[in-house]
């Protein structure tokens, strides 16, 4: 029945998971088609169009995905903010290229959005998109240091060959679902560096249950909780009321059984990292985007946050899509949203675009 339950997940799904990794000349075909429908350019930095220029990791001890992305009319004697793109559960680079780069290219060719260099490397924990082991949430766990991957390893290979701005106030981290979530986790965590994130259906409080006991319930005020035990086999997403994910499919792979699970989710949860980090009004711009039908019940979570956040004084700018679930198309129609919102944050740091 499990083998069932996550084959319909492969199958139902294919927004999940990006097109299988293409080598040789029919690789190098697939970049070459991307980029003739771009105003800019995406580079590649990875093993999946011929040749392998992945970058190499010292967190990960490994050679690891990244594309680049190259706005239109990129100019190396000018100076761009950077976006940092995390990709969702059960994904990695590559969907970045087939899902997410033609409407940042095009956001910025009409004036959407200014011109910016954006990187998206691969948080997968096998190296590829996996049903198995569905993703690494860019946190350091046993299955890797993904966190010091992005933050240390990434980070440095952009700044250092391309050019970018160096306020904190030109860098954002941005995702969707798992990216999401981890875009709030670093930027919570690197101040320092980064000024702006936004999460298009973040996970944002994964201890969040009402006051039931139930993860699937609504939020409301005054009826919620926290998890105080790690139930793996809960249910957190339920498609077609066939398909359903447990919790045991996020956290096996990141932590042995006989870790203290509880205290390392306590410790990398967003919601309750406002207060460890102690958060303070202004010191971050931020965004949510999300849809009041989500599968793995992102409404709640979000929403709960938004109550933590508002508590703290903080301001979140929020897009919401009442029927909106945990799929592409409903990122996609938020995303309007969310340019209109960065867009005159990005602008003071960006060189005109033609």
């Known amino acids: 029945m499990k083998t069932v339950r996550w084959l319909a997940l492969v199958l139902l799904f294919p927004w999940l998971l990006p097109m299988a990794r293409a080598g040789g000349p029919f690789g190098e075909a697939r970049l070459n088609r991307v980029n003739r429908r771009l105003h800019g350019q995406l580079l590649d930095f990875t093993r999946n169009h011929g040749a392998d220029r992945r970058i190499w990791s010292e967190a990960l001890h490994q050679r690891r995905d990244l594309y680049v992305y190259l706005p239109p009319g990129f100019d190396p004697n000018q100076l761009y903010p950077l976006v940092i793109w995390l990709h969702g559960f059960a994904q990695d680079e590559t969907s970045f290229r087939d899902d997410v ?11 959407k959005l200014p011109a910016a260099i954006i990187a ?17 949430f860019f946190i350091n766990t046993r299955a ?9 390893d990434v980070w440095n290979f952009v700044v250092t060959n391309f050019p970018i701005r160096p306020e904190r106030e030109a860098h954002v981290l941005a995702g969707a679902s798992m990216g999401g979530g981890a875009a709030y986790n670093l930027a919570i965590k690197y101040r320092d560096r980064v000024k702006v994130v936004c999460g298009i259906f973040p996970p944002l409080n994964t ?4 006051c039931h006991g139930r ?3 609504n939020f409301r005020p005054d009826c919620w909780d926290w998890q105080t035990e790690i139930r793996r086999w809960q249910i957190v997403g339920r498609f077609y009321g066939v398909v359903l994910v447990r919790v045991k499919h996020i956290v096996d792979p990141l932590y042995d059984r006989k870790d203290d699970i509880l205290s390392a989710i306590i410790q990398e949860n967003p919601a309750e990292m406002l207060d460890a980090y102690d958060l303070k009004p202004g010191e971050l711009d931020m965004y949510i985007g999300y849809g009041g039908r989500d599968e793995f019940n992102i409404d709640a979570q979000v929403e709960s946050f938004l109550f933590l956040a508002r508590e703290r004084g903080l301001c979140i700018a929020v897009g919401y899509d009442p029927k909106g679930r945990h799929n592409l198309a409903t990122a996609l129609r938020l995303m309007p949203d969310l340019f209109e919102w960065l867009s005159p944050l990005l602008a003071p740091y960006s060189p005109s675009c033609p």
């Open 101 to 111: 780069v033609e409407h940042l290219d095009a956001a910025m060719v009409t004036g």
């Open 120 to 136: 998206c490397p691969d948080g997968s924990i096998d190296g590829h998109a996996c049903i198995r082991n569905p993703g690494s």
């Open 144 to 152: 890797g240091r993904f966190e010091d991957f992005v933050m240390h």
């Open 207 to 210: 201890r969040w249950i009402d």
């Open 215 to 217: 993860y699937r319930g």
